[in-house]
Every structure is written in C-alpha cells, then in structure tokens.
C-alpha cells in the first residue's frame, strides 16, 4: 500500500477531520494511546507501520482527539536496531503528514548523564548528538535530503512545554539527547565519552524520527523520561525490564504536561 492508500483505510475507519498533531510514544509510555477519545487501528491493518517488535510498546495508530486537538498517535516505533533499518519510521511518519499533521511529538525511555536529573524525571530535548553516525535520509535521492537540524527542536514548541509542566508544578529538564544505535546497552566509557560531547540523555531512538519529521517539514518536539543513571554513573541495573519498570514514573509527569500543553496550544 502507497501513502494514498494507507490514509484511505485510516480515513475510512477513523473519519475525515484533519489531524494536527503526531505523536510517537516510547517504551513503556504506550497506554498514552488509550487516553485519545478516537478510533484504534492495528499496526497489523497498515503495511509499512512496525511489528510489535519491542515488549513495552502498544502497536497501534489511535487517531482522535485528546485535550481538544485532533491527534494521530502511534503507540509505539520500529527501532533502528530490530532490523538495521534507520528508515523504519519514514512510512509511518509520511502517513502522518498526509493525514495532515503540522507537529510531532516525539517521547522516548532513556539514561541520563547528569546527576541531577535521576530515574522518573522527564527532559525536554533541546538538542541531539548522532552517535550513531546512521542517517535515515541516505538514499534519499532528491536535494531535500539536505535537511537544516540547527532549529530541529522548535523553540515555540519547547517553551509551550515548559510553561505547561510550570504550571503543572512538574520539573521539566532541559538537555541534548544522544542516539546511541543499541540493541546493548552503553559502557561506562561510552557514557564517560558522550558526557563530554555535551549529551545529557541517551537512547536508542528518537533522532531518525526527528531527521525524517524534519525532511517532511513537521513542527518538532521530543520529551525524555529517565528510566535509569547511564552505564556507570549508578549502581542501579541496567535492563530492558528496568527500563519498563521505571518508565511509569516518568509517563505519569510526561502525561500532565503532555494534556496542559495540548490543551493550551492554539
Ligand atoms: N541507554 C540507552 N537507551 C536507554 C537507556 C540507556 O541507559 N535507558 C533507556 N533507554
């Protein structure tokens, strides 16, 4: 199925209101999806979008409403590392824009590198590294793979974000997040080198997204929930289970700022 096609079976389930805003939910943040008052397609109806290839994800597209705006989520992403695909998320992410999204919203589970940001807290990404050297738009064959990321996290964006989770009475960190390929986790001279580069978070996500939602000329946001210290800054374990055990923490302050800035957004 082309673009065309998939929005055709979506429109023809979920309706015909234009969607506004796109979210991507990360590990263990996937209920967020149920909360959209819309329609739940399968990611199983819609050729192109992931497998539920990663425990801790909701392999749906729920398209609807939540806090009064008409959102698309997906409830959960294909990682770089299940397949060795960066252009995993480019069909779904077309099919957003075409469903006509003007912003993303991008969360992920990640590890933080600065002592005051612990395991629960959320950080809204002001920047990225890619440590992962990969780049979803290699192929690409038109001139628009050279994409501008000096404003991939939008500054409008960003301080929505922030006044919502004040007014929420939530600490929202502010930082550079690291992609880091995976499926292993970092070692501790890994995270010591990273640390020095200026990246405060790490994960194994969320940048090709950006990059392919930049080509596509959406609006971007990304917000970070911290399961854990990064290798060798704790003596906290490190582990896919621990990584969905702790998201919770996070996904309960991710959501009230999530709600108050969607709700605020005009
Ligand atoms: N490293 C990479 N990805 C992650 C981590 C981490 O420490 N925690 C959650 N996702």
């Known amino acids: 199925m082309d673009v065309h096609e998939l929005v ?19 590990s263990g943040l ?11 397609i399968s ?24 806090e009064g705006q008409q959102v698309a989520v997906l409830g959960g992403r294909a990682h770089y590392y299940e397949k060795g695909d960066p252009t995993a998320m480019r069909r779904p992410l077309e099919v957003l824009k075409a469903l006509g999204a003007e912003i993303l ?12 940001m ?3 807290s959320i950080m809204c990404l002001n920047d990225h590294i890619n440590f992962s050297g990969l780049n979803p738009l290699i192929g690409e064959p038109t001139d628009n793979r050279f994409v501008p990321m000096t404003e991939a996290y939008d500054a409008d964006l960003r301080r929505r974000l922030h006044a919502a989770a004040q007014a929420a009475d939530e600490t929202l960190h502010d930082g550079v997040y690291a992609w880091y390929s995976g499926p292993s986790f970092e070692t501790p001279a890994e995270i010591r080198a990273i640390r020095m580069l200026g990246a405060d978070a790490v994960g194994m996500s ?6 392919l939602a930049r080509f596509l000329g959406l609006r971007t946001a990304a917000i970070s929930t911290i399961t854990n210290m990064a290798a060798g ?23 009230k700022v999530l709600r108050g800035a969607l709700r605020d957004l005009d």
């Open 118 to 120: 612990p395991t629960g």
């Open 105 to 116: 919203i991008v969360t992920n589970a990640a590890g933080s590198m600065r002592p005051d």
């Open 43 to 66: 990611y199983a109806d819609l050729p192109g979008f992931p497998h539920a290839g990663v425990s801790g994800h909701n392999p749906n597209l729920v398209v609807g409403t939540l």
């Open 206 to 211: 969320t940048v090709p997204e950006v990059i």
């Open 233 to 255: 800054m704790s003596d906290e374990a490190i582990s896919h289970e621990h990584t969905k055990a702790m998201a919770p923490i996070g996904a309960a302050r991710l959501e």
């Open 30 to 40: 996937g209920h967020l999806a149920d909360a959209v008052d819309g329609t739940a």
């Open 8 to 26: 055709a079976t979506i429109r023809g389930r979920a309706g015909d209101a234009p969607v506004r805003i796109g979210m991507i939910l990360g």
